[in-house]
């Protein structure tokens, strides 16, 4: 099987400007989840979306949102860019029937997105 | 809050000795934890999974303790190598169904 494919790898932005990264996850899978990573902060939880429904949302501002498709891609988008949103975005699908992240995620290869 | 921190930002051993990770929480009690390895610029690769009411989980040189009195789990890499170099994440499930991780210990194996 194909694993978690995720575009694109890497992003430049300036503040104020928006982004949508996009997600495919592992055939099959229809929970996918997103996450955040910085060296300060770690990984973090953003959301997760099981069969087009959020599921679950981290601490993040509105700014951050997200979409699952029906074929369980997912996209994530993010508003007025600041420059503490630059990070490893990272994209995760799981086998999970019932929903929640919780559960053992296969993660794909990121975006790294820089903010100017 | 819920909390999970791994004690050592970074970890330098000597090829072939024992390493050991080391992962506590705080604020909860899950019903499991995972352990990741992530190598640069890749994202998590899913190791090692125990549940609470298991004491110790093996896979290959991997060994995984969880004690529930202590808060704590403990990560080992047998006959280490310099190819077990990378950053491993520990993370649990929490009270409202997203993985928690905590920040990763980099460990790096010298020949």
């Known amino acids: 099987k194909a694993g978690v494919t995720q575009t694109p790898r890497y992003l430049i932005k300036t503040r104020g400007q928006q982004v949508t990264l996009s997600c495919s996850p592992i055939s099959g899978h229809r929970s996918v989840s997103w996450y955040q990573q910085t060296p300060g902060q770690g990984l973090q939880f953003l959301f997760e979306?099981?069969?087009?429904?959020?599921?679950n949302k981290g601490n993040f501002p509105g700014r951050f949102s997200g979409r699952q498709f029906s074929n369980s891609r997912s996209e994530m988008n993010v508003s007025t860019l600041e420059l503490g949103d630059s990070a490893l975005y990272l994209c995760?699908?799981?086998?999970?029937?019932?929903?929640?992240?919780?559960?053992?995620?296969?993660f794909g290869p990121g975006t790294r997105l820089t903010v100017l | 809050s819920q909390k999970i921190e791994q004690n050592s930002e970074a970890l330098n051993i000597q090829e072939g000795k024992t390493a050991t990770l080391t992962c506590n929480y705080t604020n909860y009690s899950p019903a499991y934890l995972q352990w990741y390895r992530q190598d640069p610029g890749r994202g998590p690769v899913f190791l090692l999974l125990?549940?609470?009411?298991?004491k110790e989980k093996r896979k290959e040189r991997l060994k995984v303790t969880f004690d529930t009195t202590l808060k704590q789990s403990l990560f080992h890499i047998t006959a280490s190598q310099p190819a077990d170099s990378a950053t491993y994440l520990c993370g649990y499930g929490g009270s409202q169904g997203n993985l928690i991780f905590g920040k990763g210990t980099k460990l790096s194996v010298k020949p």
């Open positions: 979306y099981f069969s087009e429904t959020q599921r």
């Open positions: 125990i549940r609470e009411n298991e």
């Open positions: 995760a699908s799981s086998s999970t029937t019932s929903g929640g992240a919780a559960d053992t995620q296969y």
